[in-house]
Protein backbone atom coordinates (compact mmCIF):
# COMPACT_ATOMS: atom_id res chain seq x y z
CA UNK A 1 0.00 0.00 0.00
CA UNK A 2 1.39 3.51 -0.99
CA UNK A 3 0.11 6.67 -0.44
CA UNK A 4 -1.36 8.86 -4.03
CA UNK A 5 2.20 11.70 -4.02
CA UNK A 6 -0.90 13.96 -5.44
CA UNK A 7 -4.14 13.61 -2.71
CA UNK A 8 -2.24 11.86 -0.22
CA UNK A 9 -4.93 9.37 0.15
CA UNK A 10 -3.83 5.13 0.71
CA UNK A 11 -3.95 3.34 -2.66
CA UNK A 12 -3.73 -0.31 -3.26
CA UNK A 13 -2.33 0.03 -6.25
CA UNK A 14 0.15 2.29 -7.23
CA UNK A 15 0.59 3.96 -11.39
CA UNK A 16 3.06 5.88 -12.06
CA UNK A 17 3.06 9.01 -14.27
CA UNK A 18 4.54 11.72 -15.35
CA UNK A 19 3.07 15.31 -14.44
CA UNK A 20 4.99 18.22 -15.58
CA UNK A 21 8.25 16.20 -16.88
CA UNK A 22 8.16 14.40 -13.21
CA UNK A 23 7.83 10.99 -12.18
CA UNK A 24 5.62 10.57 -9.10
CA UNK A 25 3.42 7.68 -8.13
CA UNK A 26 -0.05 8.22 -7.64
CA UNK A 27 -3.46 6.66 -7.00
CA UNK A 28 -5.84 5.79 -10.20
CA UNK A 29 -8.17 8.53 -9.66
CA UNK A 30 -5.29 11.04 -10.20
CA UNK A 31 -3.49 8.84 -12.85
CA UNK A 32 -5.77 10.61 -15.09
CA UNK A 33 -3.92 14.10 -14.21
CA UNK A 34 -0.41 12.87 -16.13
CA UNK A 35 1.14 10.70 -18.56
CA UNK A 36 1.14 6.56 -17.88
CA UNK A 37 4.26 6.10 -17.98
CA UNK A 38 5.07 2.31 -19.61
CA UNK A 39 6.34 -0.28 -17.10
CA UNK A 40 9.15 -2.41 -18.72
CA UNK A 41 8.70 -6.08 -19.14
CA UNK A 42 11.17 -8.92 -18.59
CA UNK A 43 11.08 -9.53 -22.26
CA UNK A 44 11.69 -5.86 -23.19
CA UNK A 45 14.58 -5.61 -20.40
CA UNK A 46 16.51 -8.73 -21.71
CA UNK A 47 16.75 -7.58 -25.05
CA UNK A 48 18.11 -4.13 -24.10
CA UNK A 49 20.64 -5.76 -21.54
CA UNK A 50 21.90 -8.07 -24.59
CA UNK A 51 21.84 -5.53 -27.07
CA UNK A 52 24.06 -3.53 -25.11
CA UNK A 53 26.43 -6.54 -23.63
CA UNK A 54 26.71 -8.28 -27.05
CA UNK A 55 30.14 -9.03 -28.37
CA UNK A 56 28.48 -8.64 -32.13
CA UNK A 57 26.44 -5.46 -31.54
CA UNK A 58 29.22 -3.60 -30.22
CA UNK A 59 29.60 -1.46 -33.47
CA UNK A 60 32.73 -2.37 -34.75
CA UNK A 61 34.29 -0.18 -37.73
CA UNK A 62 33.64 -2.93 -40.08
CA UNK A 63 29.49 -1.96 -39.18
CA UNK A 64 29.58 1.13 -39.13
CA UNK A 65 31.37 1.74 -42.52
CA UNK A 66 34.01 3.76 -41.05
CA UNK A 67 37.31 3.18 -43.11
CA UNK A 68 41.11 4.51 -41.94
CA UNK A 69 42.37 4.83 -45.75
CA UNK A 70 40.62 7.79 -46.56
CA UNK A 71 43.31 10.92 -46.66
CA UNK A 72 42.90 14.82 -47.13
CA UNK A 73 44.45 16.19 -50.42
CA UNK A 74 47.91 17.85 -50.55
CA UNK A 75 46.67 20.65 -52.15
CA UNK A 76 43.52 20.95 -50.07
CA UNK A 77 43.98 25.03 -49.91
CA UNK A 78 44.44 25.52 -53.32
CA UNK A 79 41.20 23.59 -54.70
CA UNK A 80 39.47 25.21 -51.78
CA UNK A 81 40.55 28.46 -52.90
CA UNK A 82 39.78 28.03 -56.66
CA UNK A 83 36.48 26.27 -56.13
CA UNK A 84 35.17 29.20 -54.29
CA UNK A 85 36.65 31.84 -56.48
CA UNK A 86 35.02 30.36 -59.89
CA UNK A 87 31.65 30.45 -58.24
CA UNK A 88 32.08 34.05 -57.15
CA UNK A 89 31.90 33.95 -53.89
CA UNK A 90 33.73 35.80 -50.89
CA UNK A 91 34.41 34.31 -47.55
CA UNK A 92 31.82 35.61 -45.74
CA UNK A 93 29.40 34.59 -48.84
CA UNK A 94 30.12 31.06 -48.46
CA UNK A 95 30.61 30.83 -44.81
CA UNK A 96 26.94 32.27 -44.51
CA UNK A 97 25.59 29.54 -46.93
CA UNK A 98 27.46 26.42 -45.28
CA UNK A 99 26.61 27.92 -41.93
CA UNK A 100 30.37 28.33 -40.69
CA UNK A 101 32.65 30.98 -39.72
CA UNK A 102 34.51 32.58 -42.50
CA UNK A 103 38.08 32.94 -40.61
CA UNK A 104 37.83 29.13 -40.52
CA UNK A 105 37.51 29.39 -44.37
CA UNK A 106 40.51 31.68 -44.99
CA UNK A 107 42.81 29.11 -42.68
CA UNK A 108 41.55 26.46 -45.02
CA UNK A 109 42.50 28.37 -47.62
CA UNK A 110 45.74 29.53 -46.54
CA UNK A 111 46.44 25.66 -45.02
CA UNK A 112 47.26 26.66 -42.00
CA UNK A 113 44.41 24.57 -41.10
CA UNK A 114 43.11 21.17 -42.18
CA UNK A 115 39.36 20.64 -42.75
CA UNK A 116 38.12 17.81 -40.69
CA UNK A 117 35.90 15.21 -42.25
CA UNK A 118 32.93 16.85 -41.73
CA UNK A 119 33.38 20.51 -42.65
CA UNK A 120 35.10 18.93 -45.61
CA UNK A 121 31.58 17.40 -46.55
CA UNK A 122 30.04 20.65 -46.39
CA UNK A 123 32.59 22.34 -48.90
CA UNK A 124 32.78 18.69 -51.15
CA UNK A 125 28.83 19.19 -51.91
CA UNK A 126 28.59 22.77 -52.05
CA UNK A 127 31.81 23.58 -54.57
CA UNK A 128 31.41 20.13 -55.94
CA UNK A 129 35.01 19.30 -54.95
CA UNK A 130 36.83 16.26 -53.28
CA UNK A 131 38.65 16.96 -50.89
CA UNK A 132 38.81 13.24 -48.90
CA UNK A 133 40.22 10.44 -51.18
CA UNK A 134 41.30 7.37 -50.97
CA UNK A 135 44.71 6.48 -49.89
CA UNK A 136 46.42 4.65 -52.33
CA UNK A 137 48.48 1.50 -51.20
Known amino acids: MNYCEICGNLSPEKIQVVVDGVNIIVCKNCSKRGKAVPTPTAHNSLRKVNRYTSKQN ?5 NLGISDNIMLVDDYAYIIRNARIQKN ?22 GSLKPDRTFATKLE ?13
Open 125 to 137: RYLGIRLYVPEED
Open 58 to 62: LGTKK
Open 89 to 110: LTHEQLGAILKERSSLLRRFET
